[in-house]
């Protein structure tokens, strides 16, 4: 696959005048002189990711290749999605987010590379633009989600939501005296519908469109319902969470779930709390800080020490990210993504959703005669994964029959194979198949933290090991074999 040149992380100096502040020849200007580079990378990230054949490593070539846009997009992928905070290279995020998250993370990512610094007269608005256009996609993909239950659609609607911010943040990176003069008209007071007409003749949202029609991208964004219930929020919490337009706003969004406004606001709040995490993953600190969120509750008096309760323990699992994991997991099958990103997420899912302290993947030698981990995620690993290496024998051959799943304790003791590597009586493991062959296992436990299995942990695992008997099935051999 033939890669794109990088975009450039800093605004390009033209030797070309722009021809004149007409809309339509702004953006054809700024398309061909300004942001060339920037159009390529944008057009194949999105090519790539709606592809139903394209592979997990084709998505994380296409990110590779511009230095810059991995580091935002391995750090995005770390403040997106409470509770992955282990995401380390761009592979792991497209195994962990999946092909339609990391598109969101990725235009994302771009934008804030390539149009998040230009000229210091201007940075402020730009920063505005930034923080609103972050605000609105992960509104956008909530509302979304909650209509549809569909996670494709949601990152969708936040994609098409930061594609419709490139006009405005390109025209105040790249728009020369044009950008000046729609400064000055705003300084006089004007509407800045009123003024963005009078100098362009059009809105800036306008412009942008023109731009996507440079580059052969404006069938992405065609304008939806979640993305307009998003810009509301987004518009009206600028007065405050408190203030009557966002109750307004809140209210609006509620009767579109039939839900109690109370429990939408708080989720509408934790989207805009995510929004500024990511702003500050994308080493914007200061544009984060242009999202408005809730004030924090007032502290509560401390009781008297006498009367602190132990705290409780952990939650083990959180369902509604079992449900997410489960989902990319799926789309995995319907994608034909490759065996390890599935191996990856499952992994990844048993730790950061279900709650289990750690989980190992092993898989047969060629020879058949040893098993041996491929891949650990969890806590307190040390040098657990090389632990796992094991012989074949009658007892372990025995355990791993297609489709068998075993929950181990002290009155279902584990092999001594197994035992020996895992140094615990109590763990879950479910055998692994291809083409109704054993390739392996996957083994989960909670030995770092001593907390007990308990049936609504075996019954994640289950659902983990069963979806992905599911996807491997799915798959073609090429990518299974």
Request: glycine share 6%; net charge negative; hydrophobic share 45%.
């Amino acid at each position: 696959m033939s890669t794109p040149p990088p975009a450039s992380a800093t605004p390009v100096a033209s030797g070309t005048a722009i021809p004149s502040c007409s809309a339509a020849e702004l953006a054809a200007h700024m398309a061909q002189q300004e942001l060339p580079s920037f159009g390529l990378v944008l057009q194949e990230l999105l090519r790539v990711t709606s592809s139903r054949t394209a592979s997990g490593h084709q998505v994380a070539e296409t990110i590779l290749h511009d230095p810059g846009l991995t580091a935002r997009v391995v750090r995005a992928a770390n403040a997106a999605y409470l509770g992955l905070s282990k995401v380390s290279t761009v592979s792991r995020a497209v195994a962990v987010l999946g092909i339609n998250g990391i598109r969101t993370l990725a235009v994302s990512a771009l934008v804030f590379e390539t149009l998040g610094d230009g000229p210091a007269r201007h940075r402020p608005r730009l920063q505005r633009a930034l923080a609103r256009a972050l605000h609105i996609a992960v509104q956008a993909r909530d509302i979304e989600y909650r209509m549809s239950h569909d996670r494709e659609r949601a990152e969708q609607r936040a994609t098409e939501a930061m594609l419709a911010a490139v006009g405005e943040l390109a025209f105040w990176s790249f728009g020369g005296l044009c950008a000046e003069r729609l400064e000055q008209a705003l300084a006089r007071g004007l509407p800045a519908e009123r003024a963005e007409v009078e100098v362009l003749g059009t809105s800036l949202r306008r412009l942008g469109d023109f731009l996507l029609d440079e580059w052969g991208l404006s069938h992405f964004t065609t304008p939806s319902h979640p993305v307009e219930l998003a810009q509301q929020i987004e518009a009206a919490v600028q007065a405050g969470w408190d203030s009557a337009a966002a109750r307004r706003a809140v209210a609006a969004v509620a009767a579109e779930f039939d839900a109690n406004e109370e429990d939408t606001r708080r989720c509408l709040e934790h989207n805009a709390e995510e929004g500024r995490a990511l702003a500050v993953a994308m080493g914007t600190p200061e544009v984060a800080q242009l999202i408005p969120i809730a004030p924090p509750e007032p502290a509560r008096p401390e009781p008297p020490e006498a009367e602190v309760a132990a705290p409780p323990e952990p939650t083990a699992i959180v369902w509604r990210d079992v449900t997410r994991v489960l989902t990319e997991m799926t789309t995995l099958a319907s994608q034909r993504q490759d065996l390890p990103l599935l191996f990856d997420a499952c992994l990844e899912g048993l730790h950061r959703a279900a709650g289990f302290d750690r989980t190992v993947l092993c898989l047969y030698t060629p020879q058949r005669d040893r098993l041996q981990a491929r891949m650990a995620v969890g806590r307190s690993l040390g040098d657990w994964r090389t632990q796992w290496q094991m012989a074949a024998g009658p007892a372990v051959m025995a355990l791993l029959q297609p489709g068998a799943i075993h929950h181990f304790d002290d009155a279902r003791p584990p092999p001594v194979a197994v035992r020996s590597c895992s140094q615990s009586a109590d763990g879950l493991l479910a055998a692994l198949t291809v083409d109704g062959k054993v390739i392996g296992f996957i083994y989960a436990d909670n030995q770092p933290s001593r907390r007990r299995l308990d049936e609504e942990m075996a019954e994640a695992f289950r659902s983990f090991a069963l979806q992905a008997d599911v996807v491997i099935r799915a798959l073609p051999k090429s990518a299974s074999g």
